[in-house]
C-alpha cells in the first residue's frame, strides 16, 4: 500500500505548490509552466560562448582562426592553467542572474548553470579526474552563507560522476572584493592568498583538476589557484566557469544560439 500511495501523494504534493507557489522566471519574475526557470524574454538575450575561440583561455573570437589559434595574451605568456571555458559571456543580460545566484540565495539556479557549463566545457570534463571550487575565505563564507562556486562543483559533479573536492583549496588571506580593481592591483592583493589542503594533497597527485568559478575577469585569480595546484602534484588543471567577463566588446563576436543540447533547462 506504502508503495502504490508515494508517488501519487508526491504528484498531489507537487501540484499543490505548484497551485499555491508557483515557478517564476529567475530574472523578472513572471510565472513559469516549467519547475524553475527562465521566460522566454529573459532567455533569448543570454549570449552563450560556443563559437571560436583561444585555445588556452577560452577568450572570444571575431571569427575562427584555426583549431590552433591563441589569443594575444596567450602568445605572449602562457597561463599556468592548460585550458579554459566559460558558458555565457557576462554583460548587462547575464549580470542579473549571477548576481541573484552569488549574493541573493537563488541556490536553486545552481545545477541548471551547471548544465550550461557542462555544454560549454564538455571536453574539459571529459579529461577531468577531480573538480575543485575557487574557495571563499571563512569571513566572507559566514556573512555570504555559502560559496557560489562550490554549488556549481557540485553539481557539474553530480552531471559528470567526476569526483567533487569542494574543500581541496583554502583561502588563507582575506581580500576585498576585486570586481573594479586593475590587473596588477588583483595580483598583488592576491599574492599568497590560497593554500592547498592537507587532505587534498593525495587526491591530486598526478591528476587533472578542474577548477570551477562562476566569472572568469582578468583570470589572475584561477591563475594563482591554478599555481598552487600544480604546486602540489595536479598534472594540468582546466578551468570551467560560468562566465567570462571582457574588458571591451569582442567586435562581431560569433555566437551559437541555443541547440538541442543546451535548452532552457530552467
Keep these: 500500500m506504502i508503495t502504490t500511495f508515494a508517488p501519487h501523494a508526491k504528484q498531489v504534493w507537487f501540484a499543490f505548490l505548484d497551485l499555491f ?6 530574472r523578472c519574475g513572471e510565472i513559469l509552466d516549467a519547475t524553475v526557470g527562465l521566460c522566454h524574454d529573459c532567455w533569448q538575450p543570454l549570449t552563450f560562448l ?42 548587462d543580460h547575464s549580470s542579473p542572474l549571477i548576481l541573484a545566484f ?24 571529459e579529461r577531468a579526474e577531480v573538480i575543485i571550487p575557487v574557495p571563499l575565505h571563512w569571513t566572507r563564507l559566514v556573512k555570504r552563507r555559502y560559496n557560489q562556486a562550490a554549488l ?20 588563507i588571506k582575506p581580500t576585498p572584493k576585486l570586481g573594479r580593481l586593475s590587473p596588477s592591483q588583483r595580483k598583488r ?23 570551477v ?21 595536479a598534472s594540468q588543471v582546466l578551468v570551467l566557469t560560468l562566465c567570462r ?3 571591451s566588446d569582442v567586435s562581431g563576436l560569433q555566437v551559437t544560439e541555443p541547440s538541442e543540447t543546451l535548452t532552457n533547462n530552467f
Excluded at 152 to 171: D, E, F, I, Q, T
Design 213 to 233: 568559478d562562476d566569472v572568469y575577469t582578468t583570470g589572475i585569480t584561477l591563475e594563482a589557484c591554478s599555481k598552487i595546484l600544480l604546486a602540489a602534484g
Design 102 to 125: 552569488k549574493y541573493n540565495d537563488r541556490t536553486d539556479a545552481a545545477m541548471p548553470f551547471a548544465q550550461w557549463m557542462a555544454s560549454a566545457g564538455h571536453t574539459l570534463l
Design 189 to 211: 592583493l592576491l599574492a599568497g592568498a590560497f593554500d592547498i589542503s592537507k587532505a587534498a594533497s593525495a587526491h591530486i597527485e598526478g591528476k587533472t583538476v578542474l577548477l
Design 50 to 91: 560556443q563559437g571560436p575561440c583561444c585555445q588556452c583561455c577560452g577568450l572570444p573570437f571575431a571569427s575562427d582562426i584555426g583549431e590552433a589559434g591563441l589569443c594575444a595574451a596567450c602568445i605572449a605568456k602562457a597561463p599556468a592553467f592548460a585550458q579554459a571555458r566559460a558558458a555565457l559571456l557576462y554583460n
Design 21 to 26: 507557489l508557483p515557478t517564476r522566471c529567475l
Design 152 to 171: 556549481l562543483a557540485h553539481s557539474l559533479s553530480k552531471l559528470s560522476g567526476v569526483p567533487n573536492l569542494p574543500h581541496g583549496l583554502k583561502r
Design 245 to 247: 567577463r571582457l574588458r
